[in-house]
């Protein structure tokens, strides 16, 4: 297998200090005098290698959304077929659960952005889809009589207390909220189980 390319690695490199710039400082305060610092690079090398802002912005909707499909297919690999939505939930909020804070900031801050960019939109909702989608099959599997629309409430909920948990990490909250929202996650799979 040849190796990637250098343009290619330096790519990755520079979304990946874009990532980290607007999970720091937001899509608007990411800018290329930032970004090129964050990746030690000169800031003309942003344009050649990711174009201009809009196509930069493009560039990083991508990227995010692969790093999340990448995330995705990691918790699908490590869930076994029989997982239970307690398994699910263990799995979500597990410590070292391996999800970088900084792609759910940056999801958040391309979902503002939708209205200026609105070819974000549906790979944005596409992957977000996604992540339902699995969550629901792995509930709906579970708890095989429970109706679509409890399935769909519960795959809501604990998806929203999963998004909330990055989404509160610019704070530096105690980490007694993980444990938390992870409980008020259990608790509302609970509900499905318990109709078993």
Same mark, same amino acid.
């Given at each position: 297998?040849?190796?990637?390319?250098?343009?290619?690695?330096?790519? =990755?490199?520079?979304?990946?200090?874009?990532?980290?710039?607007?999970?720091?400082?937001?899509?608007?305060?990411?800018?290329?005098? @930032?970004?090129?610092?964050e990746?030690?690079?000169?800031?003309p090398?942003?344009?050649?290698?990711?174009?201009?802002?809009?196509?930069?912005?493009?560039?990083?909707?991508?990227?995010?959304v692969?790093?999340?499909?990448?995330?995705?297919?990691?918790?699908?690999?490590?869930?076994?077929?029989?997982?239970?939505p307690?398994?699910?939930?263990?799995?979500?909020?597990a410590?070292?659960?391996?999800t970088?804070?900084?792609?759910?900031?940056?999801y958040?801050?391309?979902?503002?952005?939708?209205?200026?960019?609105?070819?974000?939109?549906?790979?944005?909702?596409?992957?977000?889809?996604?992540?339902?989608?699995?969550?629901g099959?792995?509930?709906?599997?579970?708890?095989?009589?429970?109706?679509?629309?409890?399935?769909?409430?519960?795959? =809501?909920?604990?998806?929203?207390?999963?998004?909330?948990?990055?989404?509160?990490?610019?704070?530096?909250?105690?980490?007694?909220? @993980?444990?938390?929202?992870?409980?008020?996650?259990?608790?509302?799979?609970?509900?499905?189980?318990?109709?078993?």
């Amino acid at each position: 297998m040849p190796r990637p390319s250098l343009k290619d690695q330096r790519s =990755q490199e520079i979304l990946d200090a874009y990532l980290s710039c607007v999970a720091r400082f937001g899509l608007e305060g990411a800018t290329q005098a @930032r970004i090129a610092e964050e990746a030690g690079v000169k800031r003309p090398l942003l344009r050649h290698y990711l174009g201009n802002k809009d196509e930069m912005i493009t560039a990083l909707a991508d990227y995010v959304v692969a790093a999340f499909a990448e995330s995705l297919d990691g918790l699908r690999e490590a869930l076994p077929n029989g997982a239970t939505p307690s398994d699910l939930v263990d799995m979500l909020f597990a410590d070292e659960s391996g999800t970088d804070p900084r792609l759910m900031l940056v999801y958040q801050a391309l979902v503002t952005a939708v209205p200026d960019y609105p070819d974000l939109r549906q790979d944005l909702m596409d992957s977000l889809t996604g992540f339902f989608d699995m969550v629901g099959d792995i509930l709906k599997r579970a708890s095989p009589d429970a109706s679509d629309v409890n399935i769909r409430a519960v795959t =809501q909920g604990i998806s929203a207390i999963f998004v909330s948990m990055d989404a509160l990490s610019p704070l530096d909250p105690p980490a007694i909220w @993980r444990a938390e929202l992870k409980l008020a996650a259990s608790l509302l799979a609970s509900t499905l189980e318990a109709a078993r």
